[in-house]
């Protein structure tokens, strides 16, 4: 799995982009088996905890490492790279993450 998170601030648009005409680019990576966008809900814990203020999460699935290596070296990872900067303004950060998961129940 490799994840990516956008700290806020981000507009409705960066969002549009990314999940329309970003994820077009996305889904010729080779080897990739699905993108999945999260957003932020509004929750309340009863417990002290610290939200983390991720505004998007971008989660793209690879059935193997090889895959993800495969993708990250590819034409379409340099399309994707240049899109970067057609994405309408936002200050926020981007942060990526490459992961191995197992589901536990």
């Not at 990576?29 to 309340?44: A, D």
């Not at 495969?70 to 994405?87: C, I, K, Q, T």
Request: net charge negative.
């Amino acid at each position: 799995m490799c994840g990516i998170a956008v700290l806020p601030p981000i507009q409705p648009a960066f969002i549009e982009y990314y999940a329309t005409r970003h994820a077009a680019i996305l889904k010729e990576f080779s080897g990739i088996c699905t993108l999945s966008l999260y957003e932020p809900i509004v929750w309340n814990d009863p417990f002290p905890v610290r939200p983390d203020g991720t505004a998007l999460l971008a989660q793209m699935t690879f059935d193997t490492p090889a895959d993800l290596e495969r993708a990250l070296h590819s034409e379409a990872r340099r399309r994707a790279r240049e899109d970067f900067g057609r994405f309408p303004p936002f200050s926020g950060e981007v942060t990526h993450q490459a992961m191995s998961g197992r589901i536990v129940f």
